[in-house]
């Protein structure tokens, strides 16, 4: 039962005693009751309100009741009533807030011994990581990296490198252009770079040589994706122009890379091959590194190497002379050999991947593997 304030009959003090008396034993037991700051509203309103408020009343009905000569003596109670009212609301709001606190402060509260949330490290990818091993063989000997944009005109990707407009070698490297050239002359067309020849060009336009560069990058051709095929993949080219450089250079750079890429006792051996920027050209085969060349494994036939006992693992050649003379170098005082590989083609022989759609599909099963 709450408290109402009694209509007072008596004004004697010692009925005045009890009458606050029970005042405040009903005071002390709300305040007591109450647990939350909304609480604590409610009842300072049903004591303090201005309008119908218990103090309100005490003046209504004890004081303003009070007959002449009992009046001071009530004032002096209401006085000393309301004080106590004051302090104990006061006091339950303090009460309450603190309590509302700890209990935030415990729901806040965060267990130290609990085991954290495992975070899943990514890893380098392994096409990232191929790519960044063979620049590494090539920085250690020696060369810079240079890099280019994917978009490329006609003339750098083409012209430059010794394909004519025109000529068949511009079929083997089935080409996706960028739409609405047509009204440019030939050379200023755009298109998606379909090796990064285009970026040793432009490095040496900027710089005679002595140069020796090595190109990273991502490629495009209209290429139709399937296991070992992809519209999208990378190469490592590289660059080396100076004086008497020699196809011994050649060769002798390109074994130490092979060497250092696949383990120091695969043996090279060179192809002839075709490449409109190079004169002569050549393919490079490494000896089987799975069957050490004999093209046969546990009495079976290899299947790294198909049985043959060597695997071509990049295209080279000496630089041809008419390139020099799209970028101001002497072709009488200088000499070069370039080579190109295409990434994905290392990754897959020495991580043993059977498809190359692996590479771009982002499933974490594969993915994991190269943690
Ligand atoms: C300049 C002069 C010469 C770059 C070369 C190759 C041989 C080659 C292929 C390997 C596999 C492309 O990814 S692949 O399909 N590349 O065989 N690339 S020589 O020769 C250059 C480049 C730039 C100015």
Redo the contacts with the bound molecule.
Sequence with gaps: MSYTVPKLEDFSPSALDAAARDLKSALQSESAAISSEADWKVLRDRWMARKNGVLTLLNDQWLKAAPGPAKREVGQRVNEVKKVVEEQIDAALVRVSSAVSASRLEQERVDVTLPGDRRNLGIEHPLIRTMNEIVDVFKRMGYSVAEGPEVETDYYNFES?NFPPNHPARDTQDTLVIKGQQGKPLRERLLMRT?T?PV??RA?EKQQPPIRIVVPGKVHRADTADATHSPI?H?V?G?AVDTNITFCDLKGTLDQAAKAMFGSSVKTRFYPSF?P??EP?A?MQISCFKCGGSGRLNGERCGMCKASGWIEI????M?DPN?YGFVDYDPKKYSGF?????VE?IAILKYGVDDIQLFYQGDVRFLRQFA
């Excluded at 990049?314 to 050649?317: E, N, V």
């Design positions: 490198l090796h020849s040793q060009i040496m993949f190469q080219e660059l490449f920027f190079t050209s393919d990049l295209g080279s050649g630089v390139v370039a080579f190109g590989m295409g083609r």
